[in-house]
Nanobody, 124 residues
Framework: VQLQACGGGLVQAGGSLRLSCSAS????????MAWFRQAPGKEREFVAAIRSGGSTTYADTVKGRFTISRDNAKNTVYLQMNSLKPEDTALYYC???????????????????WGQGTQVTVSS
């Protein structure tokens, strides 16, 4: 499956952005979809995931502020980001997996398919 992410940009602290990731070349509804992010000099970290059945998992750092959703008819996963903070600044990546299990859903090694990143910059 090929993934294409978009929607990043520059926003002030407290603002909102919505990222989108469109998929092609696979049976989208069968994939667990996730968002990761990587800030300069830091490891790529888990942000959120949504399984094929619609259940969601969030990193503690974004819980209550970010919402992941999917539209299987459009082969697209979204990340709605509210109350953004400067520490949310990073390159955001979408990822897909057919085989990830719940206990490993936050691990980047569980995902075989990655999109290019989209930059999110939050100014203070």
């Amino acid at each position: 499956v090929q993934l294409q992410a978009c929607g990043g940009g520059l926003v002030q602290a407290g603002g909102s952005l919505r990222l989108s990731c469109s998929a092609s070349g696979g049976t989208f509804r069968m994939y667990t979809m996730a968002w990761f992010r990587q800030a300069p000099g830091k490891e790529r970290e888990f942000v959120a995931a949504i399984r094929s059945g619609g259940s969601t998992t969030y990193a503690d750092t974004v819980k209550g502020r970010f919402t992941i959703s999917r539209d299987n008819a459009k082969n697209t996963v979204y990340l709605q980001m509210n109350s953004l903070k400067p520490e949310d600044t990073a390159l955001y990546y979408c990822a897909a997996s057919r085989t990830v299990i719940l206990s490993s859903i936050m691990s980047k090694t569980s995902y075989a398919h990655w999109g290019q990143g989209t930059q999110v910059t939050v100014s203070s």
